[in-house]
């Protein structure tokens, strides 16, 4: 199994509670096309339950030989976001790509670099953001035999400063994983698992202490049981009785509807559930 970055490595559990529960929102669209020239071409939108409704429009163009990607969005908050890739051009196992973003109203500039570098047995990252600071963020992991350790640090290059840090442990083989994290310059402490019982059911839970807050353990366990090769349903619940239900179902070839609620299992007299809807469209 190829070394997972920082970021993810607790990737399938969080993954298993966050992802595909559609009731974040009251009602998200994605439509994905792809020329016959290779560009490819994504719409999003989303309606929250409160504020202003989101979108951008992005294209992708990508040149396989070279390695060479541009991509070019817009988004509803008229950001210009721009990031231009070269993956394996440089050395084997380098990505490097160059992100800037540009709002009109405003004049807002960004720039950012970044770099990925990946071994058989490492996977290093690092971030520079050129006209915030400068900033730099730079994490790595290390694995052996299915064993991970990793860590993470920001520098803030005007202050001369450390900002952050943070450490990560875990295991991982194709059944199951799991991680110990401790974010926050070692403030927030996770432990989290997720085993895929077979290949209907998969299973997970998180668990979360904020060592300078509260004293209590934060906890959440989740479920997804897959109906057919076309569908599947999902549930979770956490230590405060929220609970989440998802259904996603492959109408046709290319259309995928997805429905989600969520409950307050100790207030169920209030009007604080909600529910939401995805439709994602491919060509």
């Known amino acids: 199994m190829s070394i997972p970055a920082f970021s993810d490595i607790s990737k399938p559990s969080n993954d298993l509670l966050n992802k595909d529960f559609y009731?974040?929102?009251?009602?998200?669209?994605?439509v994905k096309s792809k020329a016959p020239n290779g560009v490819s071409f994504n719409v999003k939108g989303k309606s929250a339950h409160e504020g202003s409704t989101a979108g951008s429009i992005e294209a992708k163009y990508s040149d396989l030989p070279?390695?060479?990607?541009l991509t070019?969005?817009?988004t509803t908050s008229n950001s210009l976001d721009t990031k231009v890739e070269l993956d394996n051009s440089i050395s084997k196992g380098l990505k490097a790509e160059v992100q800037t973003q540009f709002i009109p109203s405003t004049q807002s500039k960004g720039a950012k670099v970044n770099l990925y570098f990946k071994q058989p047995n490492l996977n290093a990252r690092a971030f520079f953001d050129l006209l915030k600071g400068p900033t730099a963020h730079v994490d790595a992991v290390l694995g052996h035999e299915g064993f991970l350790v990793g860590?993470?640090?920001g520098y803030d290059v005007q202050k001369a400063a450390i900002t952050k840090y943070s450490a990560a442990v875990g295991y991982t083989i194709p059944e199951y994983t799991a991680g110990i994290t401790a974010t926050n310059n070692l403030s927030v402490f996770s432990a989290s698992y997720y085993h895929r019982v077979n290949s209907q059911v998969e299973a997970g839970a998180k668990a979360s202490w904020d060592s300078k807050g509260s004293d209590k353990v934060g906890l959440e366990v989740a479920s997804k049981y897959r109906l057919d090769p076309t569908s599947?349903?999902?549930a979770k619940i956490n230590d405060r009785g929220i609970a989440a239900l998802a259904y996603n179902v492959l109408l046709r070839p290319g259309v995928t509807l997805g429905l989600g609620a969520s409950f307050d299992t100790q207030n169920l007299n209030e009007a604080a559930h909600k529910v939401g809807a995805s439709f994602t469209f491919e060509a």
């Open 23 to 30: 009731h974040t929102a009251a009602a998200t669209l994605e």
């Open 151 to 153: 860590a993470e640090a």
């Open 232 to 234: 599947f349903a999902k």
């Open 72 to 74: 070019q969005a817009w």
């Open 66 to 69: 070279s390695g060479l990607a």
